[in-house]
């Protein structure tokens, strides 16, 4: 145990830290729901963070330059609350008497802008660890970037507080083995390691020697025998800011102490028994009085945490004031969590009378982008070539050089989508590539930005069934709806190179949360009536503007190219057929009803096609015949042989509308 003097008294830690667990059983205690055993186990492991280690202004919680610290270990929110509370943030005895309840600042697992202190939402496992690997890239990256002719401005650890479950998730060893490659040595993540899960002990299915296997990574690893030893566990962190490396510290516990189950299962996710609380209080040498504080234990922690951090934040703008304007004027864009980026000053090259593959449109237009900002970082899960969103002036996101625009995340879409999350809590607009198959990959991650209102691009290529040869499990089929269906996640199907634009457009300069943009990988032309400014409306005419209507094909990429020739086709045996683009569907049904009804009139035959799930479109068409889609998984062939085996080759959509007219 490590004492402080403090004028002439001393500070006794060990109180501090047996109060943050009695608060934290008291919040379990009042919900009758929590995870007291990561309270009673870990709390010495956050104290020292918090108290020794870890810089912030209390004053300014939100301060760009302070270390993140992230609770991948979500369940142990009560932990964490507790800790803030006690360390000053803006979290009342109240809130934490509301822990768990409806309203509440203090939610069941942590949710990011919500509760003061809280860096990121936690709660699936692996996730935390996987994108505070992201936060640790941006600070590098942004840190390269700012440092050119001063010492370095932008310079901030993030730590992590994990267990067991977390590093038995494959995201977290997908993101671990690229934090290594990349040495990330501002990355030091603290094992809660008490060989017991939810099911019973680790031995039942995880044995490897994780340190070893992190040492494989090349990280390095401290292991810290005694959990309880506050001056061990500051020693293996003070060790960790000495190395060239990302550092995993294993801290050896034991899960609900002083608890009559501890070191069992029994204590990880359930309340624990007035009785066992009684006594738990008493061997730590507390009252047994709910939400009871000891006013000096609180006084010692703040002045602990504020003597260390004393001036920090004065110190940074008083930097930040000195800088040249252009400096500020790009540094202010994170500062001030702009998000937004305008691009007023975009030129896109049009191939004249040829056609375009979308991905070469999309590649254009990102390219064009980032020539005016330096807000844009992102990469690949090794499909650079295939999805191209490579930016020809960027160069190479890599341990040699972090102020390259490009990652390689290598096959590792589970990572990426938790590291685009922290680069985009760093203040990135994050974007990164993969086939739309392997959507399902990043989908947690997509989750988790859709909550906290991440402004992270998704780019997916290979949309439908067109992907052709490489078969079923390349094929897309209900991929779409699952984006679709996810609350606050922007989805965009653009047909041609200007709804490209448009959706770029809008995502960047309109959207603050998280979009993806759905890619043909085939070769299409720009057309003609497709406009840029109409993207924003999720849906509009390009063929057909007359009232006297014998029906509207709405479609959606690619398929906008086939419904025009269909309805072109048609109109030669006497059909006035209207055409309606729709590359945002959720943007549509927001629009007003004199919109929606201009552009969709009641009464008129209405038929989609979409090589897609049809459950995309239920609240547009009301009968299942008249949705032209993809219901059944694909097979391998060209792309002319699985139209006309899915009914997407020309003829038969012709005499498919043809007989729903008639």
């Known amino acids: 145990m490590i004492t402080i003097k403090k004028e002439e008294n001393e500070i006794d830690e060990k109180k501090i830290v047996n109060q943050i667990r009695a608060l934290g059983i008291d919040m379990i205690d009042e919900a009758q729901s929590g995870h007291p055993g990561i309270v009673l186990g870990a709390a010495p ?48 005895i109240e809130d934490l008497k509301k822990f768990r309840k409806l309203g509440s ?28 690997v992201g936060i640790a890239m941006g600070e590098a990256h942004l840190r390269s970037t700012f440092h050119k002719r001063r010492r370095e401005l932008i310079d901030f650890y993030t730590y992590v507080l994990c267990g067991d479950g977390d590093l038995m998730e494959g995201i977290s060893y997908e993101a671990a083995s690229l934090a290594g490659t990349l040495k990330l040595n501002k990355l030091i993540v603290l094992y809660d390691s008490n060989q017991i899960s939810l099911d019973g ?61 501890e070191n069992s299962n029994l204590v990880h996710g359930k309340p624990l028994e007035r009785k066992d609380i009684t006594g738990i209080k008493k061997k730590m040498g507390l009252r047994d009085i709910p939400f009871a504080v000891s006013s000096d234990t609180i006084e010692d922690f703040q002045r602990l945490i504020q003597n260390r951090n004393k001036n920090l934040y004065k110190n940074f703008e008083k930097t930040v004031s000195a800088l040249k304007e252009d400096e500020k004027e790009a540094l202010d864009f994170f500062l001030h969590h702009k998000g937004k980026i305008e691009i007023s000053n975009f030129t896109y090259k049009y191939l004249d009378g040829k056609k375009e593959g979308l991905r070469e449109s999309s590649h254009k237009t990102l390219n064009a982008i980032a020539k005016n900002t330096n807000c844009l970082f992102g990469g690949s899960a090794d499909l650079f070539g295939a999805c191209n969103n490579y930016l020809e002036k960027g160069g190479d996101f890599s341990a040699s050089n972090y102020s390259g625009d490009n990652i390689y995340f290598g096959v590792r879409e589970h990572a990426m989508g938790a590291i685009l999350n922290g680069l985009a809590l760093v203040g990135y607009r994050s974007y990164g ?20 209102n991440l402004g992270v691009i998704y780019i997916f290529s290979h949309d439908s ?5 490489d078969g079923a499990t390349h094929q897309p089929v209900e991929q779409l709806i699952g984006l679709r269906a996810t609350p606050n996640l922007e989805v965009f199907r653009p047909a041609d190179a200007n709804e490209i634009i448009g959706s770029y457009k809008v995502i960047l300069e309109e959207v603050e949360g998280p979009a993806a943009i759905i890619l043909s990988r085939n070769k299409v032309n720009i057309l003609e009536n497709t406009k840029i400014s109409e993207v924003p409306k999720g849906g509009y005419i390009v063929r057909g503007e007359t009232l006297n209507l014998d029906g509207i094909i709405i479609a959606t990429g690619e398929e ?39 552009i969709l009139p009641v009464g008129i035959r209405k038929i989609v096609i979409e090589k897609a799930s049809s459950y995309s479109w239920n609240k547009l068409v009301f009968n299942d015949k008249y949705i032209l889609s993809v219901d059944e998984f694909g097979d391998s062939g060209s792309v002319d042989e699985l139209d006309h085996k899915y009914g997407f080759d020309m003829e038969t959509v012709e005499e498919k509308i043809e007989n729903l007219l008639k």
Request: overall charge negative; hydrophobic content about 40%.
């Open 105 to 132: 600042i203090t939610p069941g697992h942590p949710e990011y802008l919500k509760t003061p202190g809280v860096d990121m939402t936690t709660g699936p496992l692996g996730q935390g660890i996987a994108t505070a």
């Open 45 to 92: 492991i956050i104290y020292t963070v918090y108290a020794h280690h870890l810089r912030f202004d209390i004053e300014h919680p939100d301060w760009f330059n302070r270390d993140r610290f992230i609770m991948s270990a979500g369940h142990g929110s009560a932990l964490l609350y507790s800790t803030l509370h006690m360390a000053g943030f803006n979290i009342e």
């Open 465 to 469: 069934i067109s992907v052709g040869e």
């Open 201 to 261: 002990k680790t031995s039942l299915s995880f044995t490897e020697n994780v340190g070893e296997r992190f040492k494989a990574f090349g990280w390095n690893t401290i292991i810290v025998n005694d959990g309880e030893d506050i001056s061990l566990i500051d020693k293996a962190i003070r060790e960790a800011k000495t190395s060239d490396r990302p550092t995993l510290i294993e801290i050896k516990t034991t899960i609900g102490k002083f608890s009559k189950s």
């Open 433 to 452: 590539s993969t086939f739309l198959s392997f959507s399902d990959y990043l989908k947690p991650a997509i989750r988790l930005a859709a909550l906290m």
């Open 560 to 598: 906008v190219h086939l419904a025009l020739e269909v309805a072109d086709r048609l109109y030669s045996k006497g059909f006035d057929i209207r055409v309606v683009s729709m590359p945002n569907i959720e943007r549509f049904l927001k629009m007003d009803d004199n919109y929606k009804e201009e």
